[in-house]
């Protein structure tokens, strides 16, 4: 995302080109074409989706699914393996969408147009603040983990990050979200921050290269307590905790 923001911002495009068929399904050529000398007048992150606001109003709109990279060069390197859809600017360089599992999708949305994307606020965007984490949770009685991966809540955070979140913010997967005092969401909102903080740039592809401290650590002693992390299966995805540092109950 900082790739793009550092590479599109200000730029004049002068070509975009849909390398899959997935993506060519879903822009028509002529509206292709009218891309041709726009001018990038900014980027905007919203969880997965990345919005390049053109100067005349037009959107143009990528959404990374489960995986998904900006590779900047020159317009003229040869293309990297996975690349999807490229970007060329009028000063010769180039941005590649790539994207190994090919589930991102590209539209282009007319100036002026709508644009919900039913996304909560960015986990990543610093005016997002306890106050406001602690609002939308007071409301949810299902358990934290789940909630913290509800897009609607809040965009961004994926499951390897919600759970390393909570370990850091010392609070059980399972505790209901509504159950948390205000110390406990300010350290989840803090744990949040310096999660992504660690794993800028990587939190969109759930990057396993950055040392985790509590993911995908079953049985392994906590980095905190040496007791043994647990893996339990909350709606579907895997979550991972130690038992002694993170009570599931209030007050425990
Ligand atoms: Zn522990």
Known sequence: MTVLRRRAKGRTIEQ???????????IRPATLRALRGAQVARVERRGKHQLLHLAD???????????????????DAPLPRFARATIAFDDGTRLVLVDSRALGT???????????????PDAADRGWTAAALGAALAIRRGPIKPALLDQKLVAGLGNIYAAESLWRARIGPTR?????GDTEVRAL???????LRR??????????????DVYDRAGLPCRRCRTA?????QA????????????NSVGA
């Open 176 to 180: 209901r979200a509504d159950s948390l």
């Open 236 to 247: 579907g995805r895997s979550t991972y905790f130690c038992p002694k540092c993170q009570p």
């Open 189 to 195: 909102r803090s744990a949040i921050a310096a999660v």
């Open 229 to 233: 992390i647990e893996r339990i299966v």
């Open 16 to 26: 975009v080109r849909l390398l899959h068929p997935a993506l060519r399904r879903r």
């Open 106 to 120: 590209m539209e282009v949305h007319a100036a002026g147009a709508e644009l919900d994307l039913g996304l909560g």
């Open 199 to 212: 794993a800028t740039g990587s939190r969109y592809t759930d990057d396993d290269t950055i040392a985790l």
């Open 57 to 75: 109003g037009r959107v143009l709109h990528v959404h990374f699914r489960m995986n998904g990279d900006w590779v900047y060069g020159k317009r």
